[in-house]
Each structure stands twice: as C-alpha cells, then as structure tokens.
C-alpha cells in the first residue's frame, strides 16, 4: 500500500513494505539548509531505525530494528512544543509498548528528550542536543552509589559541529539530507577503582545527526574502549 503525504515544503512517499522516504522542497530537490523550516511531525508519522552494536576489539555484531509511532504532540513537562512517541523494538514487543518517550523542539532551535515516569509523565531531566547551533551544553551529571559510598560520576558536554550532507540508506533506496552535527563526550570516573594517577577514568565520545527535514535524530554512534554503537534510520512516513 502508498500512502501519499503532501505538505508545503515537501512530498513524503510511504511504502509500507519498505519504508522509502522522497523529499523535494518546491523550488528545487536540493536538501535543506539552516534557513529553511523546520518540520515537526505529527501524529501518526513513524520512524523505522536500525541499532547495531558489539564488543571492542573484534566482538561480534548484533542488530535490532525498532519502529516509533508519533502518538500525541502538544505541552508536556513544561515544555511547550512536543512529540510523544512510542516503539515497537520487533523482538519484545508485538505491539508499541505503554511507555512514552518525549522529543522537544526548543525555541532557540534545539532538540530535547526524555523519557516517562510510571505514570507516564516526562521525567524532569532532559537531555539537550544544541542542534540550533548555539553554544554547548552541560550534560546532566548522573552519579552511582552504593550506601553512602560514590562509585560512579558520568559528566560531560554537547557540541555542535557543523551542518553537513548524510546518505541514510533507507529500504527502498538511499537519500542525501542535509544534517546538524552533534558531538558528545562522556567522562566517567570510578572512584571504586583508585589508580597511582587518581580514580580510574574513561571516555566515551558519541556522534548524533539531527535531520530538521524530517524533524529527527536520523543517525548516532558511540563509542568506548570496549564497546561500540551505532543507530540509523531507514524509513520514514512524516505526517504534519
């Protein structure tokens, strides 16, 4: 089945048996840039995404597909311009699962996320991806504790890099869209572990491509010195 989507700036086709996402500003196909608008999905669009991860060095290689359903959009944990989303992650779930996950789009141009409580309310500390642009911004420090002992501090920083032109290789074939460049550093330090230099402390250094034509975080890798990541999406229907 085709689903045909038509919007100011843009036809998104939809093959439901292989998501294919087609993209074409009025004027020309060229991708979009900084200047133009930026697209907020509705309600009943739906992303389909690929995480593969392993370990380091030479671990094998696994892969897991997920599909998020836009399910409401509006005011949400102070924020007040918002999509809720659910997934399906294909292999636990065989429908979307209960709990929410939010995705703002902040005024200054930046993108924001968090998750649902139990009750499925945003938990109040969302993450920012300075994708407007500006200047970077302070990871919220997540710590880990045993008693009254701290073993874990995880802090570090988001910056944006540069706007640049990305293939994502979408089922039906690919598709260059132009993407904001975040890069991401974690530092983590364990405390538990006490080195002649001081506690133990590793890195863990993340990229994330935010697509403003299709309002989304459309690729991300992570990598440490044991492990790495990788998601990518590879379909698409965007409704407005």
Not at 155 to 161: A, K, Q, S, V
Not at 173 to 186: L, P, V, Y
Request: hydrophobic letters at 35%; aromatic letters at 10%; one cysteine or more.
């Amino acid at each position: 089945m085709i689903t045909r989507l038509v919007s100011k700036h843009f036809l998104v086709l939809a093959l439901l048996s292989g998501l294919y996402v087609f993209s074409g500003c009025s004027h020309s196909d060229a991708p979009q840039t900084l200047s133009d608008d930026l697209v907020k999905p509705n309600v009943g669009s739906l992303f389909v995404q690929n995480f593969w991860y392993g370990k380091l060095p030479g671990g094998s290689t696994n892969n897991i597909s997920s599909t998020h359903y836009v399910i409401a959009r509006g005011s949400y944990g102070g924020k007040s311009d918002v999509i809720v989303y659910n997934e399906d992650d294909h292999h636990i779930h065989k429908s979307p699962d209960s709990i929410a996950h939010f995705l703002a789009y902040e005024s200054n141009g930046d993108v924001s996320v968090t998750n649902a409580d139990l009750q499925g309310n945003p938990l109040p500390q969302w993450s920012r991806f300075p994708v407007g642009g500006g200047s970077p911004v302070a990871i919220p420090v997540d710590t880990a504790t045993y008693g009254d002992t701290l073993f874990v501090r995880t802090e570090g920083t988001r910056t944006y890099i540069t706007e640049e032109k990305i293939t994502l290789n979408f089922t039906a074939g690919n598709k260059d869209f132009m993407a904001r460049h975040i890069h991401e550093q974690k530092r983590i330090i364990n405390t538990h572990l006490q080195l002649p230099s001081g506690p133990d402390t590793s890195f863990v250094n993340s990229e994330y491509w935010f697509v403003p034509q299709l309002g989304w975080l459309a690729r991300d890798s992570t990598r440490s010195s044991s492990a790495w990541s990788s998601t990518q999406l590879v379909g698409a229907s965007v409704l407005q």
